[in-house]
Each structure stands twice: as structure tokens, then as C-alpha cells.
């Protein structure tokens, strides 16, 4: 019985071998989560001095792979037992080991929210090609979300891909039919591009980002047209409560934006494994 076979017949171990690959591709993540903005940031700072004239000043390489991860308080490189997901945290008890600074609550919870739905994935689609590809797709979108939260960012570098994906995905009938996926790209982003401009006309202000229509149009071409209103209303209601309840009990100023990415991803992951029945359910009702 060869190891494919194993996973095939044993839904539990499976499983379990998913969700364990989601904790250490959540330790992963937040990698992307910290240093991608930070590579976009000096992207631009370099082509920024290109374009005066100024000479780019030559740093050391700072990728997703170098240079090793470090305390960004004291330095100490961190070492693979400090490293490994959640159970390294238990064990510093949230601290630093050399300086005893406060490790953020974020890591531990990034790695077990990503291996919670990686082994959910894993349930409810079971052993297939096309669980591998919302694993993917699932992964980008928690690394979307917190990176959002963070800068208020939402890179090109995984929202484009992200729709190519999604495409590539549903030319056989992945999770909806080619058709389908084409319109929910084009629709996603038309979609909040037009209230975009509808809001910058009424009010002169910008309600949303050209990062939230790239996001919205990768949701598109992954579950196809007929998810989208699902996810945005879904992503709306959400985040207008969450707005509201925070400008009520003081904690937000009216004039600080609030990411509408995190609420996408949200509507998206409901859409994901709900959608159907949510439409099944409306279209009963009406």
C-alpha cells in the first residue's frame, strides 16, 4: 500500500496530515505577513530615489528566504527549536529568549487558524486534486487578511496570481465552470470599482482601495459570479457592524479607514464552503 493510497482510505489521517502541514505553512505565512510589505516598501523607496536622481544605497538581501529571522528588538537570531509553530511560543512563554520582549499573540494565532482550516479543507473536500487548490487559495487569503490588517496593503504580488490561479483552476469545472469564473474576475472588480467612484463623486473621498477590487476579483474567478454577492454583502454587513460598534464604544475615530480586505476574505471563506446552500436557501425563500 503506497502513502497516496494511505491518505485516499484514511480520511483521518489525511486529515491530520493537512492540518499539520497548515501549522507549519502558517509559520510560513508569517513571514509573508511581516516582510512582504516591507520588501513593497523599499521597492518603492528605491524607484522613488531613481526618479530623483539619487544614488540607491546597496542593503543587505531581505527576501522572503534572508535573512534569517530575529527579535526586531534586540536582534538575537532566532533558533529552529525558538521556531517551530505555537509550541515554541508555549515554551517562551511569549517572550523573547535573550530580551524577554513580547512576542506578538499574532504568530501563534496564525499558524493554528491556518491549521484549523487547512484540516478543514481536508474534511469537507476530501482527497483530490482540487483540495490542494483551495488549500491554496485558502492560505493566500489568511495572508491577505493579516497583511491588510497590518499596512492597510493588499499586494499585487498575490492578488494577481491569485486570479490566474483561480482561472486555471476552473478550466475543468474546480469549483464552478470556466464561464462562470471569467464573469465572477470581470465582475469582482468592476463591481467595486464602480462603487468606488460612486462614493469619490458623492463625498470626494476614497472608500476603498484598487488592492479590495483585485481581491474581490480573485474571489470571482475562484467561486465564479453567482458567489460574489454573497460575499459582498456578507463582507459589508460585517464590516459596517464591527465599524459602527467600535466608533460607539470610542476605540475608532470616524476618519481612520478601516480594511475592507479582512471582510472579503471573511464573505469568501463562508461563500467557500456555504455559498450553495446560502443561495439555495434565498432562492427558496423568494
Not at 487558524?113 to 482540487?130: D, E, H, K, N, R
Not at 496570481?161 to 472588480?189: E, F, H, K, R
Amino acid at each position: 500500500m503506497t502513502y497516496l493510497s494511505i491518505l485516499q482510505d484514511e480520511p483521518t489521517f489525511f486529515i491530520t496530515v493537512i492540518a499539520v502541514l497548515g501549522l507549519m505553512v502558517g509559520s510560513f505565512l508569517n513571514v509573508v505577513i511581516y516582510r512582504l510589505p516591507e520588501m513593497m516598501k523599499r521597492s518603492w523607496m528605491s524607484q522613488c530615489a531613481e526618479l530623483r536622481g539619487e544614488p540607491i544605497k546597496t542593503e543587505p538581501s531581505f527576501n522572503l528566504l534572508m535573512p534569517r529571522s530575529s527579535c526586531p528588538q534586540c536582534g538575537h537570531r532566532i533558533a529552529v527549536w525558538e521556531n517551530i509553530p505555537i509550541i515554541s511560543y508555549i515554551f517562551l512563554r511569549g517572550k523573547c529568549s535573550q530580551c524577554h520582549t513580547r512576542i506578538s499573540l499574532r504568530y501563534p494565532f496564525v499558524e493554528a487558524l491556518t491549521a484549523f482550516m487547512s484540516g478543514y479543507v481536508a474534511w469537507y473536500y476530501g482527497f483530490s486534486l482540487i483540495t490542494f487548490a483551495i488549500l491554496f487559495f485558502v492560505w493566500a487569503l489568511i495572508a491577505l487578511a493579516a497583511i491588510d490588517l497590518d499596512t492597510q496593503l493588499l499586494p499585487d504580488d498575490i492578488t494577481l496570481p491569485l486570479i490566474w490561479l483561480g482561472l486555471l483552476v476552473n478550466l475543468n469545472n474546480g469549483l464552478t465552470d470556466i464561464q462562470s469564473a471569467v464573469v465572477g474576475a470581470m465582475a469582482g472588480y468592476v463591481s467595486l470599482w464602480i462603487i468606488y467612484w460612486c462614493f469619490k463623486l458623492a463625498t470626494g473621498k476614497e472608500g476603498m482601495g484598487y488592492g479590495d477590487f483585485k481581491l474581490l476579483s480573485a474571489i470571482g474567478a475562484w467561486l465564479g459570479w453567482h458567489m460574489l454577492p454573497i460575499v459582498i454583502l456578507l463582507s459589508s454587513f460585517v464590516g459596517a457592524f464591527v465599524g459602527i460598534s467600535l466608533i460607539i464604544a470610542a476605540r475608532l475615530n470616524k476618519s481612520i479607514p478601516i480594511p475592507f480586505g479582512p471582510y472579503l476574505v471573511g464573505g469568501a471563506i463562508i461563500a467557500l464552503f456555504w455559498g450553495e446552500k446560502i443561495n439555495q436557501m434565498y432562492f427558496g425563500l423568494l
